[in-house]
């Protein structure tokens, strides 16, 4: 048997983030050799060891910034046959252990600090603009000590050792895709480290590589996503927006963290794929006993744990709104009624559209719903993973939706019910919104009572068999009292206008039930089929059913209701405080007016019945995106605030396209966009993806230059651009959500600032008649062209600055040479004069003075004594304003130009001065980031030394991408 594989090797430190896991006694903690606990929040455990590491142990992932890739999801567990990760000669043998419910690993708590293996990687944390490049997951491979199943390679169990507490290792396993192998050389050998891995519950686990996790505050390239703010805000934005937070966020908060992401640490970035249907799992790990907990454990180990989401840390929101994007995205409610509601409606508030199907999973008392769908009325350890399989399977469905609007009744006398009563009348409903039933009377008493009672001793109420007891003790009670006898008598009903008050009080009855689900009070059915028409959760109409006493204990034995109605509107009016529940929600309601109507329908996932042959692959839905340009010049001014540069997009035209369209193939739809522009053609399908339309304007849209590129506006709260030769590894849903913005990187230029001007029929016939002044032309003509030609790369910004008093000339004095009109005042560098006074106004950052000199014939070439340009000493001293001036109106080589001291360009001295903008700005004009000066340091080594770390990592990354550029350049087709 050779050495086992250290597959995960590395140090790992914990960070300070809020945990759920259960409580750990202190006493065990001390007796392990950790000094001490803090508990801030519920299920908290900060711990310290002997050395002083301070560690929190967490059983759900950490979404801030501070989360770190591999860190494990730490619970109690006291199985006895598990044994210590740690090495035998490093354990301490002592104190309580915990395992890791996503890797499934135990050690002791005080072992815990100077354990170095990593659990599995949840989410991309490499550079932000390549989260593409890798999209494969890897294997993560966990040795296991005892292991159940059998051998992937050989077919043969694994064999567990009889030696009391051995810790040989008798098994490789991955704890993604569940394969094990024998710790044996022809069972698993070194090669199967760099293999895929294909993932457990393929069709419905969200892998690793969706979820982004944007660049740290401190990190320049944080500006991907941060704006600038005030001190004020920078102070409030600390208390960074967590999954977890319980404080309802104020207006903007709110609009932040759930639109532009400003808040967020993390970003999902899905790759459509057929027959894909990722689920998003919501529980609450205090619902059904303890069983909640442990299915949380399940499904954190069967699925990514990123997916899965506990509902007492913030609710379902902060879920919803990150997956929002994911086609064909469906979700899983765990728990009773309530929750499957609360999704429902925070699905409404946050408005997705298409809305993602939402699946019931039973683990309350009731459970109508899940009934109604076919989920059964409670959970009974049936594996997760046929769980998982058959919500993939699933049939979504429509789910009526009705809203209450409740008023006060102003003809009631005041009632006196209420007198002396612990939980006195309200004149609103818990919930506004009916999904199941809503109903008033003598059930709606019972409700209440049971819920008064588990809120004054909740611990008589911790099993489904206790708690239908109680339902069944307080209907017998209220059978002999007969309380609501006369319900009708106060109360009014109109079903779509008519009044059917008397045919209450004709069959004098005890309660008033609006069912819109064939279930009602754990699985009974009032409605009677036979008497009235078949009831549907879809078909926009509502049951009305009334009930006496007596029926309520026959509903469980197959008994049924007085159909009353079937109705699409109802207005019910009381004239003295009643018991109303409204989907199991009870209270006291003043004489009230009560209106229902339906508000809208829902996907929910119905079990599929056996015998039913599946679905086909759902087909992803064509998008109508609108195709909008951006100008260098705007997208210069305004790549910081991306509100500003949205607004000043000109609308090219729109196209159709589906979710799962390659930026590559949605190039070739804007491409025949504008070739439909050009030659005024109506709008015609392209290919199989989708098809394009002209903009409403008649096209009359400048033309663009073959090499604009993509613009990212959704990522991140600022913008960046999308690098041509990655196209083909970015979505359409990862860049844009209603719009496409692209980056045009040559904008309509205005000739007049240029000097470039069309000339008239006789402008330029006979005024070359020196042979001296035709060459000098001709050189300034050649270094005209090859600016031009080189600002259509992408990643030389084309900087234009309209300014006065640069043309003196008369514009009829022009040039005409090869076909290019060329101004006669525009200075060839050989014409002009040199003069120290054009550096020292750029070393005064004296715009003014400076265009004068300019105007007036002097080079923006000429020097100092130390060999220093004007832009060298812009850039030193940081006056923006001449650097966009001096790259507008002057020749490419000053870019490059290299004092006689040190040898270095104005890039070098903006770096080595930690002028991140103005490097920004160089580099962007096309300043050489390889060059080094006499001591051979490049403009990043220099950025290194000041210490601006920021920078030097703009400036790499500026370094990697020129040279990937080069390669795809020089690559042969």
Known sequence: ????????????????????????????????????????????????????????LRSTPDWTEEAINGDHLWVPTSASGDLCHVLDQDCTRCGPRMKCSGCRIVAHISCIPQMKFLCRPTFWDGDLRQYRENTTTTHHWVHRRSQTGKCQNCSKSFQSKLSFGSKEIVAISCSWCKAAYHNKENCFN????????????????????????????????????????????????????????????????????????????????????????????????????????????????????????????????????????????????????GTAGWVLSILDQIDISPAPPVGVLPLGTGNDLARALGWGGGYTDEPISKILTSMGEAEPVMLDRWELQVEKNPDAPPSGDDSGNQHPSRDTLPLSVVNNYFSFGVDAQIALDFH????????????????????????GKDLLQRKWKDLSEFVTLECDGKDITAKLREQKVHAVLFLNIPSYGGGTHPWNRAHGQEAATDDGLIEVVGLKTYQLPLLQAGGHGTCLAQCRTARIVTRRTIPVQVDGEACRLNPSIIGLQLLNQAPVLAKRRAGFEP???????????????ISMADYEANHYDKEN???????????????????????????????????????????????????????????????WCFIDCCTAERVFRVDSGQEHLHYITDISTDCLYILDPVSSVDTESLGLMESGPNGASNLLDDAGLEDMVNLANSQLQQELHHSNKMERKNIVEKAENVSPQPPENVVAHDNFLLPINVKSPLLEKSSSSIVKAAKDGDLKKLKDLHASGYSLLSIDAQGQTALHWAARHGHRDVIKYLLASSPSALLDMVDNEKGQTALHKAALARQRAISCMLVAAGASLSLADKERHTPRNLAERAGDADLAIYLESQENFHKNAADNVETSV
């Open 645 to 707: 540069l949205q607004a000043s997009a000109t609308p090219l035209g729109s196209i159709s396209v589906s979710h799962d369209a390659v930026l590559e193939h949605v190039r070739k739809l804007v491409n025949h966009l504008l070739e439909q522009q050009a030659v005024g053609t109506s709008s015609s399908p392209v290919g199989p993806h989708g098809g394009g339309s002209p903009p409403t304007n008649g096209g009359d849209v400048d033309k663009l230059c073959p090499d």
């Open 190 to 337: 070194i090669d199967r480290l760099k293999e895929p891995c294909s993932l457990a519950n393929q069709t419905v686990i969200v892998p690793p590589s969706w979820i982004v996790k944007l660049p740290a505050r401190e990190n320049f390239k944080s500006s991907l996503r941060k704006s600038p703010r005030s001190k004020k805000d920078r102070g409030s934005s600390r208390r960074s927006k967590r999954v977890g937070s319980v404080e309802k966020p104020d207006q903007a908060e709110k609009e932040s963290y759930t639109g532009n992401g400003s808040l967020r640490a993390f970003v999902v970035k899905p790759i459509p794929m057929a027959g894909s249907r990722p689920i998003i799992v919501f529980l609450n790990p205090k619902s059904g006993g303890n069983q909640g907990a442990k299915l949380m454990q399940k499904f954190q180990w069967l699925l990514n744990p990123r997916q899965v989401f506990d509902l007492t840390q913030g609710g379902p929101r902060a879920g919803l709104e990150m997956f929002r994007k994911v086609p064909n995205l469906r979700v899983l409610a765990c728990g009773g009624d």
């Open 1 to 56: 048997m050779h050495k086992a594989v250290d597959c995960n090797a590395q140090s790992l430190v914990a960070p300070h983030s809020e945990d759920d896991g259960s409580d750990v006694e202190e006493a065990d903690l001390l007796s392990a050799g950790v000094l001490f606990t803090i508990k801030n929040n519920p299920g908290e455990v900060v711990i310290q060891s002997e050395n002083g590491e301070r560690r929190v």
């Open 615 to 629: 679905n086909p692959a759902p087909v992803v839905e064509q998008l109508k995106m609108q195709v909008k340009r």
């Open 452 to 475: 008064e009672a588990r809120e004054a001793h909740p611990q008589k109420f911790n099993s489904r068999l206790r708690n239908k007891m109680f339902y069944g003790q307080a209907g």
